[in-house]
């Protein structure tokens, strides 16, 4: 047996009613909500200055992925909104009046043409996505043979690249250049990455320039970066890989062809000897004598120990450190996470960046090329601050060895109980190394 509003208690008949308006008012604020979301505008506030935002593309990579979820949002917001809508207003159409006496409205069932309708349409538009989807998936993975050829490699928790600059094949060839922390590109150039991994599964991203992909142990999956204008560009490795997963991020500097080509000149150089007497021949013997020695290669310094039989893939899971030949033409370290240059605070010019803020990424200016870094200087509180008590400064399983086949392991740095003195002669050693 039914009832008609007029038979409710009030309270229930009031209720109904207030309920009915805020469902109407949900569907108008939710549509109104997904409309402003879909301005970059009201995202960002107007700013550009977000480093991992997917909605501000620097290269054709980049650009194509943004072409592609562009059309695909605007055809789920008028799916949305039409489905919100609708249901916004057959709640308001057919509401519960107090005046209407019927105990029911008319009762309908089925409409062939409409169910056919609401079937072909959802299909057709699901086959057109799909197929745009397709065809931008092989534009990013078709092969690059004039491409400049790197491999990308991550371990915990930092990544390291190997340029085949001879374009044999191998990246491990005289004349190939291994740096770490940095990716340096030229703008206008496409660049094929060949991504793996030396212990557990990371993710390589950098947003402003291309989608992510998987960095997986034994395996090489091809990706493809190319930046459309000179700058810097971050990134974040996106697959959980361990205690300091979120201080492993990534670095793209792009610039011009002929500062590449001259950055590359440099990283084929043996590393620079330091004056007799100085400091930082001082830090350049801490350093031979120290552990650190048998991980950090220094090209020319401690090839033999470092590939020894205690050398680092007797010391660390991923079997490899950051190749320390040329840190000083880097601006980040530590997986870019912290600035090893920031603006020289004695000159009244303002050149842009903070040291200390790790946002804004150290710029190495023309030490990048093994030059002169001015009008910024060396940060050497950022270094020291590392070389005192790395765990401290990035957790990491660095106390506690990992036993691995037998063999305990390291990940990470661990404290060396280095003495001040020893820690100034090394960030002296270091500044030489551009």
């Known amino acids: ?49 977000h480093q991992l935002t997917t909605l501000d593309p620097k290269g054709s990579f980049a650009q194509s992925i943004q072409d592609l979820v562009n059309p695909v949002f605007a055809v789920a917001a008028v799916v949305f909104v039409g489905v919100i809508g609708g249901i916004g207003f057959i709640a308001w159409k057919f509401r519960d009046k107090d005046e209407d006496d019927d105990h029911f409205p008319v009762q309908l069932h089925g409409k062939t043409s409409f169910e056919i309708g609401w079937t072909l349409l959802p299909a057709v538009v699901l086959a057109a996505v799909g197929v745009f989807t397709v065809l931008t998936l092989i534009d990013l993975n078709k092969p690059a043979p004039e491409a400049i050829q790197v491999e990308v490699y ?44 030396n212990d557990v599964i990371h993710s390589f991203w950098i947003p402003a320039l291309n989608g992510k992909r998987d960095a997986v142990p034994g395996q090489n999956h091809p ?37 590449y080509d001259a950055w590359v000149a440099n990283q084929q150089k043996t590393a620079v000897e330091p004056a007799k007497g100085s400091e930082a021949e001082l830090g350049k013997n801490v350093f031979l004598g120290q552990l ?17 039989e205690k050398g680092v893939k007797a010391q660390l899971v991923s079997g490899i450190a950051p190749d320390l030949t040329h840190f000083a033409t880097r601006g980040t370290f530590a997986g870019s996470i912290f600035n090893i240059y920031g603006p020289d605070p004695s000159t009244e010019a303002d050149p842009g960046g903070d040291a200390a803020d790790v946002s804004l990424p150290g710029n190495p200016g023309g030490a ?63 500044k030489t190394l551009k």
């Open 223 to 259: 990706w493809k970066l190319e930046a459309s204008e000179p700058g810097v560009y971050r990134g974040q490795c996106t697959e959980f890989c361990g205690l300091s997963h979120a201080n492993m991020r990534m670095l793209v500097r792009a610039v011009p062809q002929d500062e």
């Open 154 to 197: 991550g371990q915990q928790w930092w990544w390291g690249f190997h340029y085949d600059v001879d374009h044999d094949g191998s990246f491990t060839s005289p004349g190939d250049v291994t740096t770490a922390t940095e990716l340096i590109i030229p703008v206008g150039r496409e660049v094929e990455l060949h991504v793996t991994s």
């Open 368 to 430: 990048l090329v093994g030059g002169d870094s001015a009008p910024y200087v060396f940060n050497d509180p950022a270094v020291e601050a590392w070389l005192r008590n790395p765990p401290k400064m990035k957790p990491a399983y660095a106390i506690t060895p990992t036993v691995v086949a037998g063999v305990p392991l390291l990940r990470g740095m661990p404290n060396l109980n280095l003495s001040e003195t020893q820690i100034d002669q090394l960030v002296a050693y270091l």
């Open 292 to 308: 650190c020695s048998s991980c950090h290669l220094i090209n020319g310094v401690n090839n033999e120990k470092v590939e020894g």
């Open 1 to 49: 047996m039914s009832s008609s509003p007029q038979d409710l208690p009030p309270r229930i008949s009031a209720f109904r009613k207030w309920l009915q308006r805020v469902l109407v008012a949900l569907v108008i604020f939710t549509i109104t909500l997904v409309f402003l979301l879909m301005t970059k505008e009201f995202i960002w506030g107007g700013r550009t200055s």
